[in-house]
């Protein structure tokens, strides 16, 4: 039990340490664009603030990456005989499917009955992965009998949904897109990441471009939810996309937007909103 525990303390404080350099590459980024950030100073107040954003963002990355090997593992999908539309999850990068778990049990409780995920591996190449999600919208579609889905992504599961609906022209299977936390234009982050799709992600990138350039489709509404405290999106207005509907937040991280009560009724609202 104790060998437990020390390990645990230990993941515990490399996980704090590595979000409190997100953080502060955050401040740095964004003292660099606004010098009064340093005229106001390091006071008692601000400091508490500082950990009232790491200390949760702490615990719920720490907690998603314990909990990867349910979602790598647990592939169950819910019986497809709903009337209601269904909802595909995608999650970001060098996450899983249980990353879901919290929002997916609360929405349930709401009555949302048609929840489905796919894994989406870090190692694949983006193209790939817009496949395997163009495979499991016309998999649900047929079993359910529905012509359309919603999507719900989150980081870079966002711009898996956005390259289907943009590029591979899968916008008519789409009712709504809901991007959580999704790096539109990029991130300075980007080069940091330990997979090659990050490169995808570095702002000014062909892929992003490939996007950027290519018109929302009418069809699909998509929204936006995005936090003025993400320590993974830098800047964070590089969360935002033009012609979309946006729901700004702030004081929460990138990976606490999964677990955020705020987050939660933004989708139940827009999921509950009848097509006009």
Not at 38 to 48: A, V
Not at 65 to 84: A, F, H, V
Not at 133 to 150: I, S, Y
Not at 207 to 228: D, K, M, T
């Amino acid at each position: 039990m104790a060998t437990f525990v020390f390990y645990l303390t230990l993941f515990t404080g490399f996980v704090a340490l590595l979000v409190s350099v997100n953080f502060a590459m955050a401040w740095y980024e964004y003292a660099n664009r606004d010098p009064q950030m340093l005229e106001r100073g390091h006071t008692l107040r601000r400091l508490f603030f500082a950990l009232r954003l790491i200390v949760p963002e702490t615990f719920f990355l720490a907690l998603t990456i314990l909990l990867q090997p349910i979602g790598w593992l647990n592939r169950k999908q819910p019986s497809p005989c709903t009337t209601e539309t269904p909802i595909i999850f995608l999650h970001g990068l060098m996450q899983s499917p249980a990353c879901w778990l919290w929002l997916k049990f609360c929405l349930k409780r709401q009555g949302f009955t048609a929840l489905y995920s796919i894994a989406l591996p870090p190692w694949k190449d983006v193209e790939v992965l817009t496949e395997r999600l163009a495979r499991q919208v016309d998999r649900v579609r047929h079993a359910t009998g529905l012509q359309k889905v919603h999507l719900v992504g989150h980081s870079m599961g966002g711009l898996i949904a956005r390259n289907y609906l943009q590029i591979r022209g899968g916008a008519e299977k789409v009712d709504r897109c809901l991007l959580i936390g999704t790096p539109n234009g990029g991130s300075k982050m980007a080069p940091f990441s330990l997979s090659a799709l990050g490169r995808l992600l570095m702002p000014g990138s062909v892929f992003l471009r490939r996007l950027a350039e290519a018109p929302l489709p009418a069809e699909a509404r998509v929204c936006v939810l995005y936090s003025r405290h993400d320590n993974l999106v830098i800047p964070y207005e590089n969360a935002c996309l033009e012609g979309a509907t946006a729901v700004e937040l702030d004081r929460v991280g990138h990976v606490g937007l999964l677990f955020s009560r705020r987050v939660l009724q933004v989708l139940v609202d827009l999921l509950q909103e009848k097509t006009p």
